[in-house]
């Protein structure tokens, strides 16, 4: 049995979906039978996964309104061990709130992770930024969290709703575990972020926040405008070394 594990954020911009495709990524490499599974309506991880060109644009969203089966939207990518679920069709939807209440309201999301589990060696989920209904729905069927808080003073202040929300949900779902707080974004040249990892690093447990950091990089913002993960266009990136490094720590932990 696979492990699930949901990259989670309170506001987005801060590189959740470049973990998540990254971490896949790096999980893949290591040959561990990995699916990329994108829940989060802005649908972004069609961009940065290293899909073949004319891969199908229906997903999950579209599965689970009976339009497309399951097997259909499981699409192969650049490296043998790694699959990636879409979010679907909804991106092209202006709202989604009927996509929202249909994750809510029905165990259809769990029901696709647990197979997946049970098929894989990791199963990594990209979540909507928040904490919304498809966020609860993907923490309860998950084994692992991990936050990801770019450092700035802003993701800051709004880091305390998302571990409380991921600790209520621990209280249902006794599987489920904080692996961590991913800083994202990193410069050491730059002050405010420097006060930001400190204070996280002071006020925090320390086992919560990770010693890995990702940095900013613009090799990983050229990656995903190419369609590649950063660990596979520039390994010798700093930031493909800090998702490598931390694959390496969560595959350990996962075993």
Not at 32 to 49: E, F, I, K, N, S
Request: glycine share 8%; hydrophobic share 45%.
């Amino acid at each position: 049995m696979g492990q699930i594990l949901s990259v989670v954020s309170q506001k987005g911009g801060v590189g959740k979906t470049t973990t998540a495709v990254n971490l896949a990524a790096a999980f893949a490499r290591r040959g561990l039978r990995t699916l990329l599974v994108d829940v989060d309506p802005q649908g972004a991880v069609r961009y940065g996964a290293g899909l073949r060109r004319g891969h199908a644009t229906r997903g999950f969203f579209d599965y689970i309104t009976g339009q497309s089966g399951l097997r259909e939207i499981i699409l192969p990518t650049q490296l043998p061990w790694l699959r990636v679920l879409l979010v679907g069709t909804v991106t092209e939807a202006a709202n989604h709130a009927g996509y929202q209440s249909l994750v809510a309201d029905t165990d259809m999301l769990r029901d696709v992770l647990t197979e997946a589990r049970s098929r894989c060696d990791i199963v990594i989920v990209d979540t909507p930024p928040g904490l919304g209904p498809i966020v609860h729905r993907a923490l309860e069927a998950s084994q692992h969290a991990l936050v990801t808080l770019q450092c700035e003073p802003l993701a800051l202040q709004t880091t305390p709703q998302i571990l409380r929300a991921i600790q209520e949900i621990a209280a249902i779902n006794s599987e489920l575990t904080l692996d961590g707080i991913l800083l994202t974004m990193y410069e050491e040249s730059n002050p405010a972020c420097l006060r930001v990892a400190e204070y996280v690093r002071t006020h925090l447990p320390a086992d919560m926040v990770l010693d890995i950091v990702v940095p900013r990089s613009a090799a990983a913002a050229d990656a995903f405008a190419a369609g590649q993960p950063v660990v596979l266009r520039n390994p010798a990136d700093p930031a493909s070394q800090a998702y490598v490094n931390l694959a390496t720590l969560l595959a350990e932990r996962f075993q």
